[in-house]
């Protein structure tokens, strides 16, 4: 039964306190009302320990505000929540539609920088070819809301919603992304079931990646990355630092993204976090190794774009073409499907902050056993 106010209350106890549950927690659908984000349906998610979160309905139903009593925990963009209506798809027009936000899913035909690619595969003469911007196209895509709400199993209540996402194209892709949204009265974590499905009659490229957005304060000077890998390979010329310690922000600051090849624990799971021990918060994510073989960090510590970013993927982040080069591009062959689950939480306290280090210590003895000393 959850825990509410510090006491644990069956479903009977708490209905003889409230008139309706959303008192305490719940599911609500709001549109949004001015400015770029005019119109946007979101869902917001209240779990009754003061973690709320809002699910973006026309924003591929990703994650954007994140909270736990009243501590914001994602990133938030200059741009903030745009409509689709705005996207910008190709080159990098990703940046002036990214609003941040606690997920934002990138697929889920492509990730990563884009370019031109031979698009035979859809056997068209007149599209020979496909152009591919920053991160895919699912990001931008409305979903059809399927179901939301509380549902009761005993004295625990679920609450939840669901819809797909379609992203298609004459000539072109035909896929669906089935996403199931759920979080635990009680509770300060959500999960997400994915599951990507070639709905179209012909083959076709398949590339995901989760881009996972923390901010201040649970960013801050001190900060700490906490991740079951050895050190992560920079993508590109960084000044030598120890990387996973974090720093307050750095006027100019140029983005940086390190690749780790993670070790998973004996459940199959990668635990990954950002923590404030100062603070005494952290945000955590757990995904399966054996969906998302590659782990980047985006580290971002500039002014204003103050951000860091655990990014489980199917690819490297080097991205498509290198991926094809390597043959490590992969196809979604007419009707087959993918399955991706992630856990997304807060770590409240130092406890908790200290539990979860040594869930990830335990791992990385693996990871010590398995590389030599140089």
Not at 43 to 67: M, N, S, W
């Amino acid at each position: 039964m959850p825990v509410l106010y510090e006491k644990a209350v069956t479903r009977r106890e708490l209905a003889r306190r409230v008139g309706r549950l959303e008192q305490a927690a719940g599911v609500r659908l709001v549109t949004l009302g001015d400015g770029a984000e005019r119109g946007v349906r979101v869902l917001e998610f209240r779990t009754g320990t003061g973690f709320a979160f809002d699910v973006v309905v026309d924003r591929a139903l990703d994650i954007g505000r994140c909270e736990h009593r009243g501590t914001p925990l994602a990133w938030l963009s200059a741009p903030g929540v745009v409509g689709p209506w705005f996207a910008e798809p190709l080159g990098l027009g990703w940046f002036r539609s990214w609003g941040g936000g606690m997920l934002v899913t990138c697929g889920l035909d492509h990730t990563l920088l884009g370019g031109t690619d031979d698009a035979s595969h859809f056997h068209q003469d007149v599209r020979p070819t496909e152009e591919y911007g920053l991160h895919g196209r699912i990001g931008f895509a409305p979903a059809r809301l399927t179901g939301y709400g509380e549902t009761w199993e005993a004295d625990e209540c679920l609450l939840w919603a669901q819809g797909v996402v379609r992203q298609a194209a004459v000539f072109g892709e035909t896929l669906e992304l089935h996403r199931r949204i759920e979080a635990r009265v009680g509770e300060s974590r959500f999960t997400v079931r994915d599951e990507v499905v070639n709905a179209g009659f012909d083959p076709t490229t398949h590339m995901f990646l989760y881009h996972i957005n923390v901010g201040w304060p649970v960013l801050d000077e001190g900060s700490e990355y906490l991740i079951p890998a050895p050190d992560g390979v920079p993508v590109g010329e960084y000044p030598t630092v120890d990387y996973r310690c974090l720093t307050a922000p750095v006027a100019g600051f140029r983005e940086q993204c390190y690749e780790h090849e993670t070790v998973a624990a004996a459940d199959g799971t990668v635990p990954v976090a950002v923590v404030n021990r100062a603070q005494r918060i952290g945000v955590y994510e757990v995904h399966r190794k054996d969906q998302l073989r590659f782990h980047t960090m985006w580290r971002m510590l500039g002014e204003g774009a103050y951000a860091v970013a655990m990014e489980p993927s199917t690819n490297r982040d080097a991205g498509r073409f290198d991926a094809r080069q390597r043959g490590e591009l992969q196809f979604l062959a007419p009707g087959e499907s993918r399955r991706y689950d992630l856990e997304i939480g807060v770590l409240d306290g130092l406890a908790a902050i200290e539990g979860f280090a040594g869930r990830v210590k335990k791992v990385n003895h693996a990871v010590t056993a398995r590389v030599p000393d140089v």
